[in-house]
């Protein structure tokens, strides 16, 4: 007999729902990922990229963001702001476009709009009237043209050559018959082509010349340099990838004086300060490159204390000092958002032992700080090889600029794991060679010997061999750390695996650790092993093998195909592109995807990594009666095993005299030994167990310990709430058998009603590998609502998501930039501004018809939200 739910109920539930749950898209934070060109909007203040898949990013102010995508994916070549023009003027410049030569430059005299210079490939220039409808002078250059620029005063034309030359031309009334004069500043050896050239005056003093190329072909034809030459100063600004484009920011009381060179490159923005001593680089408030070594893995934390946010600001300031003191030069458009409301960091592992901090809390991904992990260790690196160091008297007089390096001294620097606990100041990182760093926050630079523990999770298991990677050798000597982060404290896996899962208990001074062949828990403050089991299977030999071997984990065949990418070189031919895609798409061939429909089939024990530990979970709850309750550890497995240890810490007065201990208490198998990819208990009223230290901090209600805890073990394929302390079954929540989904993700969030104040629900985050996103409730494990969020071909999206716990979530769109969602109606980070154009006279509002592959914006538009159309 089929049950009917109430009507009213159903539709107070359903609204409930629309109260509390909503998704969007809200922000791409980073660097777009293959730019192909760049404009400019002196009077708007607004800077503009395309991509090659066909998007317009315009920028202003920080907060200042809007993004438009054309319909078909058609790489953007050329973007321009379109102040006030005439129909007539694009009227007659589409019918010189006409030419049977091809037209590689078109410029407007600055003092004459009546005036264009169009520059033909083969190296011919002609200035053509637009009044009159003629030609007035003809320039015969005879090297194959690059670019050409009008000096601000009108009275000369530059131009630019192929055989790194370029040339100054007087322009006059009639054909110009002088002999070619050129210069070719970095000759006498066959130099490559000068792609553009500009020239601007100073109000007082030599006129600023900038050009891009030029070097001499055999010694430095890799480079991507630009060159700027103000009287007596020269340097070679040396690029970390392919110049895309170049502009000068001018300002002043007439806006003539240079003031900021602006360069996007094929993976990072860079602005020089032109006004002050040495020309130091103005840091980016957006647009910084995420991937400047790419990213291994995320952490985010909520609502962050003052003084912690203080002290982690305060220690990134001292590693910008080299920067200008210059405010950000691109100012366009009004910030309407509100002050965000909380404090947000998003933390981002790296491939080179990097672990960098990210202001979160809004619209702008601003760098907080950044920290080191491989001065603990020795590495390959030699720091005094530096390539690029510049050498008194050295010609071309190179200076490196930006961050982006792709390069890895040693790949087992890589950060896998992140767990920083905001209230105690506390840091664990864990790397891919089986290191294990405690770190803690100091507001001064200190010299010290950081000790380290080995851990054989192999426990002495005869018949394996370690196949894969050595360890890190850890430095003997004491270490000068700056102030930030420091480390005092490293734990070293024996085998030296990927590590797979970490968590910290600061309250507890406890750390779990895992990887493919057991785990393990460290006491940081006695610095002592506490708990060691391996949980590795006899059949398992691929868990041997290591990172390095055929190993079929998304997250590391996607990096090393991403690796395998980088390392060829920046220009990448297209060929050697379609050979990386191709490994791509074979490693992932391998992997099985689930049917669209299918049942739950019990896996084999024998399958590979089935001892990998995929979570770790501590908690205060019962295990041993229903009247006690005891610090806890559980550990879930790829193979669908759960481990419960009692733990006994010491009082803090004597946890000096005694060891903390830990026995196993529990022992879990599911049915069908699906991977456990989230450990949760709920107390008494059903909640989650607050985080460690937090009652303590008052910023969470105590749980409640006089009803019966629940425990919620996640799997791939279904939730399954078991009673604590008997460890009975109570109710589950299949997912695979309905829609033949499996889970990739899980977090806790609070959802907070957006009517009111007073009312808000916990809820279980889920994303699958489907790329769609559910949320559960607690405590009886309910489907709530489900949106689509990532292509389900975009595995590496998948694998990267990370969720916030107030219903958000990050994921990487490209190798360089994280897409935001929202799943809370309230908790919602958006760009809310907006752009005011003054209005000319004489102007036109409508948009010019335009050429394929170009995309115009009339400065006279408004335009408000995110996106433009």
Known sequence: ???????????????????????????????????????????LKLLAIGTRSGAIKLYGAPGVEFMGLHDENAAVT???????????????????????????????????????????????????????KLAIQHIPATQQLESVCWTED??????????????????????????????????????????????????????????????PRASYGDRHCITVIHGKKHVALDFTSRIIDFFVIRDGPEHTEPSALVVLVEEELIVIDLQTEGWPIIQTPYLVPLHSSAITCSHHVSTI???????????????????????????????????????????????????????ASGVCLYPMYKLSTAGVFHTDADPNDNMNQVTEGEWPPFRKVGCFDPYSDDPRLGIQKIHLCKYSGYLTVAGTAGQILMLELNDEAAEQTVEAKVVDLLQGQEGFRWKGHTQLDIQE?????????????????????????????????????????????????????VLIKCTLNPSDQLAMEGPLSRVKSIKKSLRQSFRRIRRSRVSLRKQHLQEANARLEAELAEMELAPVQ????????????????????????????????????????????????????????????????????????????????????????????????EVAHDLARAPDMQGSHHLLVVSEEQFKVFTLPKVSAKMKLKLTAVDGSRVR????????????????ESGLLVLTNQGDVHVVSLPHVKMQVHYPC???????????????????????????????????TRCVVEPRCLVEAPLHSGCSNQHQSQPDGHALLNDESEYKGRRIS
């Open 305 to 359: 204390p003052l003084k912690l946010w203080e002290r982690i600001f305060a220690a990134g300031k001292h590693q910008n000092a080299h920067y200008s003191k210059k405010p950000w030069p691109v100012t366009g458009g009004q910030n309407l958002a509100p002050d965000p409301p909380q404090r947000d960091l998003l933390l981002t592992g790296h491939e080179d032992g990097t672990v960098r901090f990210w202001d």
């Open 598 to 693: 299918r049942k739950i089939e019990a896996r084999s024990s024998d399958d590979s990594f089935t001892g990998l530990v995929r979570t770790l979970y501590f908690a205060d709850t019962f295990l041993s009666d229903s009247s006690h309750n005891t610090p806890s550890l559980w550990a879930g497995t790829n193979g669908g095993c759960v481990f419960a240890y009692m733990l006994r810490l010491p009082s803090v007065e004597h946890r000096a005299d005694e060891p903390v201990t830990a026995q196993l208490s529990k022992e879990i198998q599911l049915m069908h030994r699906a991977p456990v990819v989230g450990i949760v208990v709920l107390d008494g009223h059903g909640a989650p167990l607050p985080e460690p230290l």
């Open 790 to 824: 990532i292509r389900r071909e975009d595995v590496s999206g998948i694998a990267s998501c990370v969720f916030t716990k107030h219903g958000q979530g990050f994921y990487l769109i490209s190798p360089s930039e994280f897409e935001r969602f929202s799943l809370s």
């Open 78 to 132: 050329q973007v321009h702001f379109m102040p006030h023009q005439r129909k007539k003027t694009t009227f007659h410049l589409f019918s010189l476009k006409q030419e049977a030569e091809h037209v590689e430059a078109l410029q407007e005299n600055p003092v004459d709009p009546d005036q264009v210079i169009i520059g033909y490939g083969r190296g011919l220039m002609v200035i053509w009237d637009l009044e009159k």
């Open 745 to 760: 993700r899980v977090g806790m969030a609070w959802f907070g009603s957006s009517r009111t104040e007073d009312y808000g």
């Open 477 to 529: 000597d004491p270490v000068m750390f700056p102030a930030g982060f420091q480390p005092f404290a490293v734990v070293q896996c024996q085998p030296p695996a990927v590590v797979t899962a970490l968590t910290l208990h600061s309250e507890w001074k406890l750390i779990a650790f895992g990887t493919s062949h057991g785990f393990g828990l460290y006491d940081y403050q006695q610095k002592n092993s």
């Open 1 to 43: 007999m089929k049950r009917f739910r109430r009507h009213g109920q159903e539709s107070q539930r359903d609204r409930l729902k629309q109260e509390l749950f909503a998704f969007n898209k809200t922000v791409e934070h980073g660097f777009p990922h293959q730019p192909s060109a760049l404009g400019y909007s002196p009077s």
């Open 154 to 215: 009108g009275k000369y034309i530059l131009s630019s050559h192929s055989d790194g030359s370029y040339c100054r031309w007087m322009v006059g009334g009639q054909d110009t018959n002088e002999e070619e004069k050129s210069d070719i500043p970095y000759g006498h050896f066959p130099c490559k082509a000068i792609s553009k050239i500009v020239q601007l005056p100073t109000e007082e003093g030599p006129p600023f010349l900038l050009f891009s190329g030029g070097m």
